[in-house]
């Protein structure tokens, strides 16, 4: 049988530091954490979010070893309403890095929290 998106979500979420805007926003402060937006190039066209770094859900495996091989690096991830970026989460995760953290909410709130 076939799993369902939310299905999927709700798997990779199990086990997965997941956390709202303002506290990803308060702890990259403190741990130079980098924010990262798995959305697709037109979506952050549309609506940029202040401070991160865009890498596609599709492109993530392959990009991030490139660009931030310490597996130990704080890295938070959000997309338009938290499911890509527990996907994403989930496969950081599997081929390595630590300090992984989905961000829960959507784009907005996001966008909202990191332009203060």
Do not use: W
Not at 49 to 76: F, T
Not at 90 to 115: H, K
């Amino acid at each position: 049988m076939l799993k369902t998106l939310p299905e999927l979500i709700a798997e990779a979420s199990t086990g997965l530091r997941v956390v709202n805007a303002a506290s990803a926003r308060n702890e990259i402060r403190e741990n130079q954490g980098i924010l990262i937006d798995v959305r697709e190039p037109p979506e952050v066209q549309a609506h940029p979010s202040q401070g991160a770094i865009n890498i596609p859900r599709g492109v993530l495996e392959v990009k991030m070893p490139e660009l931030y091989p310490d597996e130990n690096q704080p890295i938070y991830l959000h997309c338009a309403t938290g499911g890509r970026a527990r996907l994403g989460a989930e496969q950081l995760e599997r081929i390595g890095y630590r300090r992984v953290t989905a961000i829960s909410c959507g784009v907005e709130t996001v966008c909202e929290v990191f332009d203060e």
